[in-house]
């Protein structure tokens, strides 16, 4: 049997701020917490269907790019509706270097790290 992915892991400043927004990007609620340390996100439906996100308190800088980053798909509208949605939640628009007629927009989240709103639309679950 292989392996599948059950949790990302995201250190940051201030889990409160970045959990509210991967909540709104992703239709995500909070399941768990430690005061101050971490908050883990994921499905209303819970554990088992999609990874959830951990997001670990860390006070030290970022520094440069991440090597990981997460891209999401419009479920419910098209690109430009979903990105419009993103900015309005607090997603900034970055460039990183991508060709200007790329299929997909990079952004950066709060506290900077970067994502992939990509064009095709994906059914929900």
Not at 22 to 28: G, I, K, P, S, T
Not at 67 to 72: G, K, N, P
């Amino acid at each position: 049997m292989a392996c599948r992915i059950g949790e990302l892991v995201l250190k940051c400043r201030d889990p409160e701020v970045l959990a509210r927004f991967w909540c709104e990007v992703l239709d995500f609620v909070e399941l768990d917490r430690e005061a101050k340390i971490y908050i883990e996100i994921g499905p209303r439906e819970g554990f088992g269907g999609q990874p959830t996100i951990f997001l670990i308190r860390n006070d030290e800088p970022k520094n440069g790019h991440a090597r990981l980053h997460i891209d999401v798909n419009p479920t419910d509208r098209d690109q430009d509706a979903e990105l419009e949605r993103l900015l309005a939640a607090g997603a900034k628009l970055v460039d990183i270097g991508q060709p200007a007629n790329a299929s997909w927009h990079v952004l950066a989240d709060p506290e900077g790290n970067e994502f992939c709103l990509l064009k095709h639309r994906l059914d929900p679950l």
